[in-house]
Structures are given as C-alpha cells and as structure tokens.
Nanobody, 126 residues
Framework: QVQLVESGGGLVQAGASLRLSCAAS????????TGWFRQAPGKERELVAA?????????YYADSVKGRFTLSRNSFQNTVYLQMNSLKPEDTGVYYC??????????????????WGQGTQVTVSS
C-alpha cells in the first residue's frame, strides 16, 4: 500500500501563490507517475499536472495551468510539489495527488491511478 498526504491548500486572492505538497509513504515502486487532479464543485475530476518519478524531466501540464503551475520532487523525502502561481478563481477546487504505476505516459483518467490522497482545498477569491 501507498499512503499519500497532501498539504498546502488554503484561501487566497486572485494572483497569489500556493505550494501544494504530496508526501508518499509505504510501498515504493521503481517506476511510477504522480498526478495532481483538481475537482471543482459540480465538475469532474481533471488532471492538471503529472510528473514521472524516475525522471523529473517528464512532466505534463494541462493547458489551463501551463506557465503558472510547476512540478518538482524531492526524492529523499518522497514528496512531490505543485507550485501554483498567478492563481485564478477558476483554479478553485479540491486538489488530489494520485499515483499510477508503470512507464511514463500522459494518463488523464482518474480510474488509471491506484492510490489517492485525501485532498486539499484551494479557494481563490476574485
């Protein structure tokens, strides 16, 4: 089993920044991807960013966050970070990190991810 714990959410004004963290513990895998999903009220969960754990150079960003969000990882702490800058009200939602085993590929379907954190709320006011 893999346990994922997100943190770093909060209430901010438009234009502000937040950094989300996703700390993993438990079973480890040699090759997997960590994705950050966002779920706004009344909407489906959508993939906003993903990073390959083996090679941090393999990343994916949704068009809606490209240029504003940045992924990074700390391999010693088994933690993935999502730096969110220039936040907009439409970024509001619950942010979840999730892990999918296997080789790198951009997989945006939530069902493809095996392990999930509990989520952290991000609210951006206008």
């Amino acid at each position: 089993q893999v346990q994922l714990v997100e943190s770093g959410g909060g209430l901010v004004q438009a234009g502000a920044s937040l950094r989300l963290s996703c700390a993993a513990s438990g079973r480890t895998f040699s090759n997997y991807a960590t994705g950050w999903f966002r779920q706004a009220p009344g909407k489906e969960r959508e993939l906003v960013a993903a990073i390959n754990w083996r090679s941090a150079g393999s990343t994916y960003y949704a068009d809606s966050v490209k240029g504003r969000f940045t992924l990074s990882r700390n391999s010693f702490q088994n933690t993935v970070y999502l730096q969110m800058n220039s936040l907009k009200p439409e970024d509001t939602g619950v942010y979840y990190c999730a892990v999918r085993r296997g080789p790198w590929a951009v997989v945006d379907g939530p069902a493809e991810y095996e392990y999930w954190g509990q989520g952290t709320q991000v609210t951006v006011s206008s």
